[in-house]
């Protein structure tokens, strides 16, 4: 069922993922890429990571209006289970000067391996560029908030990043070869304090809780999505902190291959 038409998108996306059966070819190329987002264009993954095997289907909705601003409305059939499915679901995205632009919320939570639940709200964050060189910031968005967790105020401070990632002339995935493949880089950055006696102390150093990168044909969209969520609690805090349901530490790896998609 693969048509051809236009790249609907990103996300999500991890830097963990390159085929040995890939031709490198680490610039940008500046090709133009079709850009069209079409309602009725839908695509399937298979999800494998920490709770098992899933699938989500995710496609696009209709016209969405946001602040003044028309977007394609991505949804899921049901409670998507993948990063990068889930990233979309509920959220419009739009196209401008070769930027796809998402606005909306992106949720975590524990069930993704972070220390703690956290939602974030885009407008116009920067999700793909094709013609960005590898390494190029696409954007940034940095907020803090409080949570008390048993007897510890928390100060949750945040910094979600999107990195222009590499280009290939050809990949090779789940049995299917792509080509004129970009990939872009999502990285979900952290660091958590505690007020002692008027001291801000560090529960958790400053670390990339989240890393996810999407890798996206021409004429498809996004055909595989790696993202690896990890942590580590301070030692100092770490018995403490646990006592109150949050792992000193967690890491889980999480993949979504592309299965059937329909581009009209």
Do not use: H
Not at 59 to 86: H, Q, R, W
Not at 95 to 115: I, V
Not at 210 to 217: D, G, T
């Amino acid at each position: 069922m693969k048509a051809l038409k236009v790249l609907p998108f990103l996300f999500i996306l991890t830097l963990f993922s390159c085929s040995s059966d890939s031709d490198d070819s680490n610039n940008g190329s500046n090709l133009p890429y079709n850009l069209t987002l079409t309602d009725g264009d839908y695509w399937t993954y298979d999800v494998t990571g920490a709770a098992g095997t899933s699938r989500d289907s995710l496609y696009i909705a209709n016209d969405t209006v946001i602040s003044g601003k028309t977007y394609k409305k991505f949804k899921t059939e049901s409670l998507p289970t993948g990063f990068y499915s889930s990233s979309l679901n509920n959220n419009g995205v739009r196209m401008e000067n070769y930027n796809l632009l998402l606005s909306g919320s992106l949720d975590f939570g524990a069930n993704q391996g972070l220390p703690t639940n956290i939602s974030i709200s885009l407008d116009d964050f920067v999700i793909f560029n094709p013609n960005a060189s590898q390494g190029t910031t696409l954007d940034t968005y940095s907020d803090s908030f409080q949570q008390t967790v048993g007897t510890f105020p928390l100060t949750i401070n945040y910094t979600l990043k999107s990195t222009a990632g590499n280009s290939y002339t050809t990949f090779t995935s789940n049995g299917e070869t792509y080509t004129n493949v970009k990939s872009t880089i999502i990285t979900l950055n952290m660091n958590i304090t505690t007020d002692f006696n008027g001291f801000a102390l560090p529960v958790l150093s400053s670390q990339d809780v989240l890393v996810s990168e999407q890798l996206i044909a021409e004429n498809i969209g996004v055909f595989k999505s790696n993202s690896t969520f990890s942590y580590t609690i301070d030692p100092l805090f770490a018995s403490q902190i646990s006592q109150f349901g949050i792992p000193a530490s967690a890491s889980q790896d999480q993949e979504e291959l592309l299965d059937t998609y329909l581009i009209n």
